[in-house]
C-alpha cells in the first residue's frame, strides 16, 4: 500500500491525539496503520510515535523507535524524559537528559521540570543546583512550571530558605507554588509554617487542592491538631470542592488513633465507600496496640479477613 498526498500529517494528528488521550490501544492500531502505509519510519511520524508512546507510558516501545529515529529534536528528548519522570523512573529520566546533553541538544522551557522533579526524588541537590543555574541563564526565571518545580527541588532537598526565596521572587503564583512549598515544610515538621501558608490561601480564596489537602492532613496528624484536623477534613468537598480520597482517610484514622480516640478512627474508616489498602488498616491497629483497644482489633482483623 502507497501513502496519499496529505497522508503523512493526517496520521501526524491521529498520533497527536494519542499522545493527548493517552490511549493505547487506539495507538497501536494507528502504528499499524502506519506501518501497512509504508510510513512509519517517516521521520515526523517516527517522531510522533515516540511521543505518543512516552504519553502512554510505554517506555520500551518509545525507547526502541527512538533510537532508530533520524531526527531527535528536543521535544523528542523532554517527551522521554518527562514520561520517565511522571512513573517515579527518576534515574533514567537523568539519564535520558545526560543523552540530551551529550548530543548537544538545546534545551526549551519544558525541558527542566521533569528533570528537576527526577532530582527531587533522588534528593539530589547537586543537580538541582546546576538547574537552577540552567533556569536562570535559559531565561526561564519567570516560568511558572520552572518556578514551582524549584520550588519543589528545594523543599524536597531540605533547602527551604531557598525554596522560600523562589517563591517571594516569583511574578506569578498558582496553587501549586503554595502547595509544593508546604510539602517542603512538612516534610521536615516545620507544622506552624505549613497551617500559616494554608490559612492565606484560604485568605486569598485561592483553588486548594488534594495534595495540599494531605499536606495538611499530614501535618495535623503528627502534631496532635485533631480539632485543626477535623475542621479540614469536615470542609474539604463542600468548601474546597475536593471529595476525600484514601490518602486523607488515612491520615484521619491515623490522626484519631494518635489521639486515643480510637473508636473514632474505627467508625470513620468503617464507614469509608472507598476501597481501602494496608496503611489504612495498620494505622488503625497500631493505635489498638498502643492504647489497648482489643475489642477494635478484633472487629478490624474480621473486617479485614471478611469473616462475620
Known sequence: MHARPGT????????????????????????????LLNISS??????KLVSAYASCSQLREAHILFFFSSRQPTFLYNSLIRAHSALNQSSQSLAVFHHMIIAQKPFDIFT???????????SDLTL?????GAVLVNGYSSDLANNNSLISMYGKCGELECAKKVFDEMP???????????VGYEKFGMALEVLVLFEKMVEMR???????????????SREGMVEKGKEVFEKMEERF????????????VDMLGKAGLVEEAEELAMGMELETDMALWNALLAACRVHGKVEVAE??????????
Not at 42 to 47: E, P, Y
Not at 128 to 132: A, E, I, P, V
Open 172 to 182: 506569578v503564583r498558582s496553587y501549586v507554588s503554595w502547595s509544593a512549598l508546604m
Open 206 to 220: 485561592m483553588e486548594v487542592d488534594e495534595v495540599t489537602l494531605t499536606t495538611v492532613l499530614t501535618t495535623c
Open 128 to 132: 538541582g543546583r546546576q538547574l537552577h
Open 42 to 47: 517517516h521521520s515526523f511520524v517516527r517522531t
Open 112 to 122: 527542566l521540570p521533569p528533570v528537576l522533579k527526577s532530582c527531587s526524588q533522588l
Open 241 to 252: 470542592g475536593v471529595k476525600p480520597k484514601l490518602e486523607h482517610y488515612t491520615c484521619m
Open 8 to 35: 503523512i500529517p493526517f496520521f501526524a494528528s491521529l498520533l497527536d491525539e494519542c499522545s493527548s488521550t493517552k490511549s493505547l490501544q487506539k495507538l497501536k492500531q494507528i502504528h499499524a496503520k502506519t506501518i
Open 299 to 308: 472487629r478490624v482483623e474480621r473486617r479485614f479477613t471478611g469473616r462475620a
